[in-house]
């Protein structure tokens, strides 16, 4: 049987006066390294299966502060009657507030078939760390299908609007040289901030594997590809310091 289940998590100042999990997304407030409040997504079961529709909605309140991330990476796995899922994740984040939204790397297993949507609106003075990273198989097998789009809006306005396709469903090419180049493991890291109204960021390349590209607005996007997970967050954090974000 699919699961239909949505996590709710509002920050403000003060607190989290909503943190509301459900079926697989169960939700821990844990100790924050930094400012502001920090929640961790603990997987309650295996999902998401063929045919399960996940959402995670999380609010950031004017002036708040808040760190989500996961207690470990999220794996997609086929389901029974071959019907693809949905993981939807919906951000708001509010004036002079700032969220870092950084799960474990999403796994795309042999014979799954995901669709996932990332939706962020931002007020003009917010900050948004945000990461993504996808593992194309586990160690020795083929991966499923995945399409993830990630559409960023800032002051109502766009900033990004991004869908990428892998696996047997996606477009010929998709593990292409000019793709992948053969690697399966990747992700980007999108930062956004006033900071980067008076000081723009330049194009760069971020060693072999990695680039930062300014955007058309206070944000930059970080993208990389390595051979496995390791090296795929190693290369993003080294990228991530390197990038004078504070």
Known sequence: MSVRATARIVATPAGLPVLAGEGPLALRRTRATGPGAR???VGAMSAPLGGDRLAIETEVRDGALLTVDSAAATVALPGRDGEPADYDVRL???ERAGLNWLPEQLISAYGS???MRTRVELAATARLVLREEQILGRHGEEPGTLSTRLTVLRAGRPLLDQELSYGPGAPAGWDGGA?????????????????????PALPRLLGETAVLTPLAGPAVLITAVAPDALRLRRVLDEALHSSAYR
Do not use: S
């Open 39 to 41: 929640v961790t997504v």
């Open 92 to 94: 708001t984040v509010g």
């Open 113 to 115: 078939d995901l669709r």
């Open 179 to 199: 793709v992948l180049g053969g690697h399966r493991a990747v992700g980007q890291l999108l930062l956004v901030g006033t900071e980067f109204e008076e000081k």
